[in-house]
């Protein structure tokens, strides 16, 4: 038992690297990381990279306490904001991104910044049969708001007509809403998770996407659920993520998030956004992207 309270067989998998965990924002995603490590199988992959893999862990962030934003290395929040923002535009083209020094999604985009029917897309237009187009994101919110019980409140982005014209199929193909005592859930599918690179990303985008959904319809954050399906860490992050297990997550207490309040959903602006306070983090740990 560490001081915290963490008992070793909370967290097998960095009790076995002599790792013992205070509690924090970064525990469950680092016993998830050594776990691969240490029993991850070994996997060939669509890039040619390599990859050590588990299937299907599910990671918990009670939004109440504070925003998961990892501490044991630096999260770019900037990307995590335009990202999300960009999503919620229904934007298919790299360009806004660039023009906010946003790099993330240029390698997989062409000449001319087109993605194709990714996320965004997916989200916002959703092609319906009679030509029109579907807004899921406002029907979710509608739905949030008028019939909160609702078991159907789910976001997809697995739209498996169009996934042979996306320059990625997605890779958090889709979340669900669940209110209870006035507190919005959200439980988002991984089906294929960068645990190095892209995980803090989605875990951050989530968490915020859930506070501003719980804003637009008037409803308390409750907790993010992350589900993740290959999760993988590529042969070429390895040292990497020794670095960051080697990096002790000391006492730092979760971040927090201000969020200003937005008339709708398509209203938030960067500035609107700011998960810096509390934010006490170890430096940046650059790695490839697997392209
Ligand atoms: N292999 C792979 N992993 C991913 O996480 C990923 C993809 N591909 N393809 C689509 C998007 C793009 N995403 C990315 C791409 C790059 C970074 C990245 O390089 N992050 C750096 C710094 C970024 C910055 O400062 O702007 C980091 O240190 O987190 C993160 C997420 C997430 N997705
Ligand atoms: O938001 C994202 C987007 C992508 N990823 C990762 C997961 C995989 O490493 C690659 C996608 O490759 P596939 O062969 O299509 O699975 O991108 C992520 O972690 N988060």
Known sequence: MSEDGNTSDEYPHLS????????????????????????????????????????????????????PRITTKFVAMKAVKGELLWFLRGDMNARWLQERGISIWDEWADAEGELG??????????????????????????????DPDSRRMLVSAWNVGELDRMALAPCHAFFQCYVADGHLSLQVYQRSADLFLGVPFNIA???????????????????????????????????????????????????????????????????????????????????????
């Open 205 to 291: 985008s989530y968490a915020l996407l859930t506070h501003m959904l719980a804003q637009q319809a008037d409803l308390e954050v409750g907790e993010l659920v992350w589900t993740g399906g290959d999760c993988h860490v590529y042969n070429n992050h390895v040292s990497q993520v020794r670095q960051q297990l080697s990096r002790v997550p000391a006492a730092y207490p979760f971040p927090r998030l201000r969020l200003e309040r937005a008339e709708s959903i398509d209203a938030y602006a960067m500035e609107d956004i700011d998960a810096s306070a509390g934010y006490q983090h170890h430096p940046t740990i650059k790695a490839p992207v697997a392209v």
């Open 16 to 67: 076995r690297l002599g790792l013992v965990p205070p509690a924090g924002v970064d525990v469950a995603y680092e016993e998830l990381l050594a776990e691969v490590l240490l029993d991850g199988a070994v996997k060939t992959d669509r890039t040619g990279t390599g990859t050590r893999s588990v299937f299907a862990r599910q990671l918990r962030y009670d939004l109440t306490v504070g925003f």
């Open 117 to 146: 029917p990714i996320y965004g897309a997916q989200w916002r237009s959703w092609p319906a049969r009679d030509g029109g187009t579907i807004d899921q994101i406002a029907g979710l919110i509608d739905t949030l708001r008028r």
